[in-house]
């Protein structure tokens, strides 16, 4: 079967830095996708890895290693807003997503 | 432009009634989903739309239907609810090229009773 594995629940400090891991397993890959999602909202893009290497834009950074099957999300000095659910998603060989259940991000002050 | 937007954004059912939930965008693409997503489990694919006029099959789509009459809509049917299907419920759309990311709409939070 397909699985993606994240974290539940992670805890961090403004200002610091945090990085969300995902693990996958599935059936073909053509690219893996990091969303954010504030309780009660809908899930919005954050970044797109097909490569291996690091993918980075301002704050956030996505890094993806194919032959682990392994990626993460890194996020720079961060804000109260952060506060979320981060949700890893794979496009299989019938670029369908498959999604993990998400970690959420409690940041404390 | 609205992006995607979802119709209603609530809505409490009895077992057995029936409805239907509108998604409509104006962003002009032609893929659509409708996925569920319940606590502790990933965004599920009912059903999903490469096109006007086609539907598919996704990975739980047991109990619902759908319709693409127009590229701009895409309807969700629950025929005869059941409360397994309380759940939040939220279409996404994307342009035909497969390194694009999907945009969602707000969500319906649907509870069956």
């Known amino acids: 079967g397909q699985n993606i594995d994240q974290p539940t629940e992670m805890t961090a400090t403004e200002g610091a830095i945090v990085q969300i891991n995902c693990t996958y397993q599935t059936s073909g890959f053509n690219g893996l996708f990091w969303y954010q999602q504030h309780a009660g909202e809908a899930p919005t893009f954050l970044s797109y890895n097909v490569l291996d290497g690091l993918e980075e834009k301002g704050r956030f950074s996505s890094f993806l290693s194919r032959s682990k099957g392994y990626s993460y999300l890194l996020l720079k000095e961060l804000q109260m807003k952060d506060s979320a659910s981060y949700l890893c998603a794979v496009r299989d060989k019938d670029y369908q997503l498959i999604w993990g259940a998400g970690t959420k991000l409690i940041i404390k002050p | 432009n609205a992006g995607v937007t979802q119709t209603p954004k609530f809505r409490v059912l009895k077992t057995g009634q029936s409805m239907t939930l509108l998604c409509a965008q104006d962003?002009?693409?032609?893929?659509m989903y409708w996925y569920r997503q319940d606590p502790g489990m990933g965004l599920r694919l009912i059903h999903y739309?490469?096109?006007?006029?086609?539907?598919a099959k996704g990975e739980v789509p047991d109990g619902y239907n759908v319709s693409r009459l127009k590229k701009q809509n895409f309807l969700l049917g629950l025929e005869s609810a059941a409360p397994s299907q309380t759940s939040v419920y939220f279409c996404a759309t994307q342009t035909g090229e497969a390194y694009n990311e999907q945009f969602f709409g707000p969500g319906t939070r649907l509870t069956v009773l």
């Open positions: 962003m002009n693409h032609e893929y």
């Open positions: 739309s490469v096109g006007e006029g086609t539907t």
